[in-house]
C-alpha cells in the first residue's frame, strides 16, 4: 500500500505563485509515472501535468508556460510550481501515481487533495 499526500495549497492572488509537493510513502515500491490534475467546482478533473520516470513533461495548453512539474525519485516526491496564477486556476488539485509494488503489480494512487484558490 502506497501513500500520496500532497502540500502546499492556499490563496494566492492574481499573478502570485504557489508551490505543491506529494510525497510518497509505502514499503516496496516504485513509482513510475506521475501527474498532477485539479477540479473545480461543477467541473470534471482534468490534467494539469505529467512527467514520466524519465523526466518527459507534459502540460495542459492552459498552463503551459506558468507552472513548471519536477521530482526526485530519491525522495519519491514530485512537485507543481505555479507561477502567474489566474482565478481560473481555483481547484482542489490532486497528485496522481502510477506504483509497481512487490508481485510485482502495478496501481494507481491519488492523494487527497489541496485546494489553490486565486482570488484578490
Known amino acids: 500500500q502506497v501513500q500520496l499526500v500532497e502540500s502546499g495549497g492556499g490563496l494566492a492572488q492574481p499573478g502570485g505563485s504557489l508551490r505543491l509537493s506529494c510525497a510518497a510513502s509505502?514499503?516496496?515500491?516504485?513509482?513510475?509515472?506521475m501527474g498532477w490534475y485539479r477540479q473545480a467546482p461543477g467541473k470534471q478533473r482534468e490534467l494539469v501535468a505529467t512527467?514520466?520516470?524519465?523526466?518527459?513533461?507534459r502540460y495542459a495548453g492552459s498552463v503551459q508556460g506558468r507552472f513548471t512539474i519536477s521530482r526526485d525519485d530519491a525522495k519519491n516526491t514530485m512537485n507543481l510550481e505555479m507561477n502567474n496564477l489566474r482565478p481560473e486556476d481555483t481547484a482542489v488539485y490532486y497528485c496522481?501515481?502510477?506504483?509497481?509494488?512487490?508481485?510485482?503489480?502495478?496501481?494507481?494512487?491519488w492523494g487527497q487533495g489541496t485546494q489553490v484558490t486565486v482570488s484578490s
Open positions: 509505502g514499503s516496496n515500491f516504485r513509482v513510475y509515472n
Open positions: 496522481h501515481a502510477d506504483v509497481q509494488e512487490a508481485g510485482p503489480r502495478f496501481y494507481q494512487y
Open positions: 512527467i514520466t520516470s524519465s523526466g518527459s513533461t
